[in-house]
């Protein structure tokens, strides 16, 4: 079936410095969505990409779909304390009924 | 505010027992899911549904049963065939139709810790 993995797995990082998390897909994907859970929260959907190619900002975060659309990256630039979480990258199926998620990548940020 | 709610927060039962979980939404969304974190891991998708009166397996089902007998509610219920219960339970919710495909974003829930002694 449909794999999506991502890495790392944790990442620790000084507060100010840049963050990467890749995501790769077994399967080419219609589209990818991003999500960050906070410690004991819930997860919380960031972003879609569909394009091949495309790339996204949101403030400090960019987001990158692969052109063969079966990778996907989210690049935080100058990290923050409120950057820290987990973050989710999540692909549909064939059928489009259903979302596979990627084991996430923890991001701990060091004041 | 529309929104997803999951009750309760927290719910601890003996082993052996059958448990149910509620979700709520009042967002009109089509489809709801139920999913299932285990602390430090990903989310693993347990059942889905697109309709009222209708619902699929996910990757992890077995030991979980579920009911859509209405469009706002998809309540769960751990049975005690499920061999490790104890986990973080999310409840999310989407739009789903032939524009969306099915891609749209999901909306999650709160989560139910449960805890099965």
């Known amino acids: 079936g449909q794999q999506v993995m991502q890495i790392p797995q944790y990442q620790h990082v000084q507060e100010g410095e840049d963050f990467t998390t890749y995501c790769n897909s077994s399967?080419?994907?219609?589209?990818i969505q991003w999500y960050k859970q906070r410690p004991g929260g819930h997860p919380v959907f960031l972003i879609q990409?569909?394009?091949?190619?495309e790339v996204k900002k949101q403030k400090r975060l960019t987001f990158q779909f692969g052109e063969a659309k079966k990778n996907s990256s989210l690049h935080i630039t100058a990290t923050q304390t409120t950057d820290v979480g987990t973050y989710f990258c999540?692909?549909?199926?064939?059928?489009?009924?259903?979302?596979?998620f990627g084991g996430g990548t923890r991001l701990m940020v060091k004041p | 505010d529309g929104g997803i709610t999951q009750s309760p927060k927290y719910l601890f039962r003996k082993e052996g027992q059958n448990v149910t979980l509620s979700c709520e939404q009042n967002l009109n969304h089509d489809a709801m899911y139920w999913y299932r974190q285990d602390p430090g891991q990903g989310l693993r998708l347990i059942y889905y549904?697109?309709?009222?009166?209708?619902?699929q397996k996910g990757d992890i089902a077995e030991g979980y049963s579920v009911s859509r007998e209405k469009k706002e509610s998809f309540p769960l219920t751990v049975t005690s065939a499920q061999k490790n219960p104890t986990a973080f339970y999310l409840c999310?919710?989407?739009?789903?139709?032939?524009?969306?495909?099915?891609?749209?974003?999901?909306?999650f829930g709160n989560g139910t810790r449960l805890t099965v002694t």
């Open positions: 990409l569909v394009k091949s190619g």
């Open positions: 549904s697109q309709i009222v009166n209708d619902f």
């Open positions: 399967t080419t994907l219609s589209n």
């Open positions: 999540a692909g549909p199926n064939n059928a489009g009924n259903m979302l596979t």
């Open positions: 999310a919710s989407s739009i789903f139709g032939r524009a969306t495909k099915g891609n749209s974003p999901l909306h």
